[in-house]
């Protein structure tokens, strides 16, 4: 029997997918990566019998990256990364093994069906797959088809059986352009970002930010948000007068009219005007009119609009809005979540999916009626061929969505049977007022029917005193005239939903990137979230995009990128070259990378204004070791370590405290060592600032301690404090912290592992024997006299402390040495012929060491 291998983009997708395809009745084993599931039933397609095999990926499989030497900062010149630099796709996370998944579930297999989401990125992903698992497939015939592609909007039986009697196959085109803004975005990002992080790091102390990064989408949408700091910053207040009057007939309550000539901007005239006003006690109506006015429903919802929306109405931030939406979407709540199309196809089933809310306590009235009296059919809209608009697909209730989800979800069924409602229609009325030479008017609106406001009350009519019933030639009793003084008001910060918009309108970020973008610029530390969801601009991002504009405008605006964005369209439509494009917009970049270069004092004189220059910063901490005076510590992140007389900076480990270790110096530079600790229970250890930043020897990498340090004769190193393989992870080595007594504690230079051991020993210390049956470094315990633990007056004792059972109970590793026993990692059992040499612990010789070490 031939076997059918069908992949999702999650592994939730895989397994709703694989209950509707099988009717309930496949049978569930997890993967051999923990984290996808295989579903498997028999069944019938392309008119024979075979086994089907559902399963999924965890999103891109790959990603791409440069190839190692070029990842090293300090070794490549960031102009290179535009051309010369090689890139490779590299598997996205490599802890999930899924390249090897795929393979596994693969071989044998005679058919694939795609049913990856279907957007661009999900076309990519098909690729991916199909890269994959194509080697380990049978080969069919030459003229037969094996790889098949579902097309599908939402999760449900109707959709889902459709898609898999219309098989097609994946657009390369499609994929294609997805892998070129990859490439793009890696290349220019990455060059901008490296050169201007460096040179202003290296600069100025009190930069509060980590990464200072160019992205060629992300720029320009910190642009935005600055050019309207900008114009806040701009405006100049100015000052005008209106006139406001008061009329009363009989008992009603006085009408508040608004003048015609709205306002002046200069009192005298305004004054002017009132004491002509003020001749009248009478007003006269000189006109009534009523006209019927309509409020269109809304048209049918996409993406942007969710956003928006949700942005402004729901207060949730547009990515937390996307993660539910997909959630929602994987769940079979709502048809798929991205998408640019506001017109529904004319087979769409609206019908069905609104008898879906016709039993929902909160619109089954209006869905009710609806139903009986026909709906109306959706606005015209845009189609953009990708998807239906965000549709409710099956009922729900709170409970069942969580808080965000519900509101999310509720929102969007709203805002569909609005869709299918008729419009709002109300009557509005004019009354035109001449008091003396001067005209004024008040207008009223009474609603007539409600239409789709019942469902989306917060676009309904406000309920107004409805106007007076009156006539032409009527006269109203003047109560008061009298000029106001007014001021115009500066614009606000724009809020995310006008930031969406303004995005959506110059063709920069599309439905799927819009909320990473936006997502991007507040975590770097760029623009701050105010109340109301208001994007407020740090003095950084205010100080980059100046300086950006200072030195090429299109860095920032939003031109070149839509441009780029059109190109990557017409690839993804088979009408442009995905090499010429790529070369081509590389080129332009290029260029403007090397003129930014040249030009960078630009954005430096923005820069010195706003920020301390790094030598200023800081405060003493420790010697350098090449010119023996004081460094600076610059707490602001990222912490560094800064020698004014050498002109260095030295990078440090973060999210921790940083002090003078004891006064030692490192043997190999002289440079003294510090200390990190990550708090009181956490781990700490020792490192020479000077490695940490320029690794020693070449099995060692950037940002590491003394605890991962293999100087065979240094005592704060690795070689000297190891104790023995680490009991959680695979290649990391417990190391005894030094500076932990009394309440000792050796921790993993490589995982979260700390092992709190020999509470009050006075002394502990790691000897040059090692454990005859497990291979760990024996250790030497010097314990109180008053509180010791060891029987018969003894205070000292040398042991294995996972072997010696007088240790044992004075371990707090007990499960953990049972782990490693059961697993069989006896002497040398585990580590030896893996990683650096056979006991990673130290080296047995260490003349032998320093020698390898220095040839
Ligand atoms: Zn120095
Ligand atoms: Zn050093
Ligand atoms: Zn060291
Ligand atoms: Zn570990
Ligand atoms: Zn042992």
Partial sequence: MRTVLMVAEKPSLAQSIAKILSKGSCSSRKGLNGACSVHEYAGSFQGQSVRFKMTSVCGHVMSLDFIGKYNNWDKVDPAELFSKAPTEKKEANPKLSMLKFLQVEARGCDYVVLWLDCDKEGENICFEVLDAVQPVMNKGGVREQSVFRAKFSSITDTDIWNAMNRLGEPNR????????????DLRIGCAFTRFQTKYFQGKYGNLDSSLISFGPCQTPTLGFCVERHDKIQSFKPETYWVIQAKVFKGKDSPLVLDWNRVRVFDRDVGQMFVNVAKTSREALVESVSKKEKTKQRPQALNTVEMLRVASSALGMGPQHTMQIAERLYTQGYISYPRT???????????????????????????????????????RKGSDAGDHPPITPMRAASEGELGSDGWRLYQYITQHFIATLSQDCKFLQTTIDFIIGPERFSCTGKTLISAGFTSLMPWQGIPLEEALPTCERGDTYSVDEIKLVEKQTSPPDYLTEAELITLMEKHGIGTDASIPVHINNVCQRNYVTVENGR????????????????????????????????????LIALGKANFTQVLQHTLDIFRRKFHFFVDSITGMDELMEVSFSPIAASGKPLSRCGKCHRFMKYIQTKPSRLHCSHCDETYSLPQNGAIKLYKELRCPLDDFELLLWTSGARGKSFPLCPYCFSNPPFRDMKKGMGCNECTHPSCQHSLSSLGIGQCVECEGGVLVLDTTSGPKWKMACNKCNVVVHFFEHAHKVQVSQESCESCDAALMLVDFNKTRCPLPAGET????????????????????????RRGGGARRGGRGRGRGRRGNPRKPKDKMAALAAYFV
């Avoid at 090429?552 to 605006?557: F, G, K, S, W």
């Avoid at 000292?796 to 010696?804: E, L, M, P």
């Fill in 173 to 184: 085109n499609e994929a294609l352009s997805v892998d070129a803004r990859q490439e793009l």
């Fill in 796 to 819: 000292q004792h040398t042991g294995c402390v996972f072997c010696d059972p007088l240790f044992q109970d004075l371990v707090e590793l007990k499960h953990a040495t049972m782990r």
């Fill in 340 to 378: 640019e199309t506001t017109h529904y196809p004319e087979n769409f089933d609206l019908k069905g999916a609104l008898k879906q809310q016709a039993n929902s306590p909160m619109w089954g009235e209006e869905v009710k009626a609806l139903l009986s009296s026909g709906i109306n059919r959706p």
């Fill in 534 to 569: 208001k994007l407020k601009p740090t003095n950084l991002g205010i100080v980059l995009v100046h300086g950006y504009y200072k030195i090429d405008a299109e860095l920032v605006l939003p031109t070149i990128r839509s441009a780029v964005e059109k190109q990557l369209n």
